[in-house]
């Protein structure tokens, strides 16, 4: 079982859907003893973190991923999941967040150009490719050609390079995957991504870590 963590962050119907397309059991749930038990858990979520965090303590759901990550048992970060993983953010004045993987999440320049010197939105919205810098299981199959769909205005910075598994370029470079140990975050939405993100998800749901 899959256990899809609920702490009132939004988007946990599409990462069902697309668990449950792909033949695997998953439970959307604040349980603590139901995501102790599971055997995998993905921590997706949109919205602001300090708001996350503040549900996520209340719900004791805080300790709930550190010690699912303390397990050994494979993790999956999803966009504002991605980014509560981190030390701090920049976020509602600064909150401080997981502390899984050290380092910051500051928010995009609201002057940042393209390559052509044209203004660039923000929030990053839309789809995009990642470079990727590491091999991984999870991102078996995925190639250069291969977009995501991304839809944030902060973005996480951390302070070991070899924690950055793979890079999207929008303005500035950021990590657009993460890896450490037994978890893996994207900062993109696999679950909206059509095949190259259910790829990702159905090798999340055969990692084994090492």
Not at 108 to 118: P, V
Not at 161 to 186: C, D, L, P, R, W
């Amino acid at each position: 079982m899959i256990a899809i963590i609920d702490y009132d962050a939004g988007n946990l119907t599409s990462v069902a859907r697309a668990i449950t397309f792909l033949g695997y059991e998953c439970v959307v749930t604040n349980d603590v003893e139901k995501i102790k038990n599971a055997k995998r858990v993905i921590f997706p979520g949109v919205g602001a973190a300090g708001s996350a965090m503040a549900s996520l303590k209340r719900l004791k759901l805080d300790v709930a991923i550190k010690d699912a990550f303390g397990s050994g048992k494979p993790v999956l970060g999803i966009c504002l999941g991605t980014q509560i993983i981190m030390g701090h953010s920049d976020e509602d004045r600064g909150t401080s967040c997981l502390g899984i993987i050290e380092g910051n999440v500051p928010e995009f320049s609201t002057d940042m150009k393209a390559e052509d010197k044209s203004p660039l939105k923000i929030p990053h919205m839309g789809w995009n490719s990642i470079r990727i810098k590491q091999e991984h299981p999870v991102l078996k199959g995925i190639g250069s050609q291969d977009e995501f769909y991304f839809v944030h205005s902060f973005y996480p910075c951390p302070d070991k390079v070899e924690h950055v598994i793979g890079e999207t370029q929008y303005g500035i470079t950021f990590a657009s995957v993460m890896g450490f140990k037994n978890i893996i975050a994207t900062q993109f939405h696999p679950e909206k991504s059509g095949r190259p993100g259910l790829a990702l998800l159905k090798n999340f749901c055969e990692w084994t870590p090492c």
